[in-house]
């Protein structure tokens, strides 16, 4: 999927400094939210652009940005 790639390019680029997992967690996390409901992933999703998103790797204390 062409977007998937531009997701992925736009993580790296906007946080080279967290782990390359943490980077594709996050954009996993954005392709894939697995949130039942079209608001609650709306909301979720909003969320995730203002806060970014939480990454569970120990490396990082800040969660990626999404964009």
Partial sequence: ???AHRLRDAIRRLNPHI???A???AC???LNPNIP???QA???MHRWLVEGVPSST???A???ATG
Wanted: hydrophobic share 35%; glycine share 8%.
């Fill in 1 to 3: 999927m062409a977007l």
């Fill in 19 to 21: 782990p390359v997992g």
């Fill in 23 to 25: 980077q594709d967690e």
């Fill in 28 to 30: 996993r996390m954005v």
């Fill in 37 to 39: 409901g079209q608001v």
């Fill in 42 to 44: 709306n909301r979720q």
């Fill in 58 to 60: 120990r490396e990082t």
């Fill in 62 to 64: 800040r969660p990626a």
